[in-house]
């Protein structure tokens, strides 16, 4: 199967620190990563389309530079929050998309509950 | 302008069957994705739908009407354990997947 994990799980941090979410396909190689937020009792909004090699595509209203993108390799992507505020407490949630089947599928890591004091 | 709508919350009876429809509005269909997601946790795969049609899969049928924009997702014989939300997302294309805000669904005994 399609394994994508994220770490760390959940996170606490204080107003004005960066915080780094990793996301990482385990059993496939995913050039094609993206990132959603989730606030309580709503949908998955697409913050980012991170593409490996290449800078990532931003979704209107999405600040890049306070939502910092990296795909460095084939299997790792990396969200920094940068001077994290209290309204960036969320559910950021990546997936992975796999190429190998017929099915233009992605796949969700578990998501990191982020809360920021 | 990119709009899927699904109703917020539907309750139903352990045993039954209950319908969650979606319609969409959006710039682009490549195919109809219905997701199960329970509180706190990543959504996880239920079906996906690319041509008109009813797709079977258990307990588990999805239906699909593109001309209309519509799309429903059939559970049957509910168990306690299918309570949670089902989002309904349309995959445009370009490698996007838009989701519904989901139905949160509760299974009463």
């Known amino acids: 199967g399609a394994v994508v994990s994220q770490h760390p799980s959940w996170v606490i941090c204080k107003s004005g620190t960066s915080v780094k979410i990793e996301c990482r396909s385990l059993?496939?190689?995913?050039?094609?990563m993206f990132w959603y937020r989730q606030f309580p009792k709503q949908s998955l909004m697409l913050m980012a389309t991170?593409?490996?090699?290449?800078?990532?595509?931003?979704e209107q209203g999405v600040e890049k530079d306070k939502f910092l993108i990296n795909h460095a390799s084939l299997t790792l992507s990396t969200l920094t929050v940068t001077s994290a505020h209290p309204e960036d407490s969320s559910f950021y949630i990546c997936?992975?998309?796999?190429?190998?089947?017929?099915?233009?599928?992605?796949?969700f890591g578990p998501g990191t509950r982020l809360t920021v004091l | 302008g990119q709009n899927i709508d699904q109703p917020t919350e539907m309750t139903a009876t352990e045993g039954a069957i209950v319908q969650i429809n979606c319609t969409y509005q959006?710039?682009?269909?490549?195919?109809l994705f219905w997701y199960q997601q329970h509180a706190g946790e990543a959504p996880t795969f239920l079906s996906y739908?690319?041509?008109?049609g009813l797709e079977e899969k258990g307990r588990f049928s999805s239906f699909l009407s593109r001309s209309k924009g519509y799309s429903y997702l059939l559970l049957k014989e509910l168990q306690m354990k299918d309570s949670a939300s089902y989002l309904c997302?349309?995959?445009?294309?370009?490698?996007?997947?838009?989701f519904g805000a989901g139905t949160r669904l509760f299974v009463k005994a």
């Open positions: 739908n690319v041509l008109d």
């Open positions: 997936s992975a998309r796999d190429e190998r089947g017929a099915l233009d599928e992605q796949f």
């Open positions: 059993d496939f190689q995913a050039t094609t």
């Open positions: 991170s593409n490996e090699g290449s800078k990532a595509t931003y």
């Open positions: 959006t710039s682009g269909f490549n195919g």
């Open positions: 997302a349309v995959y445009t294309g370009g490698f996007k997947t838009i």
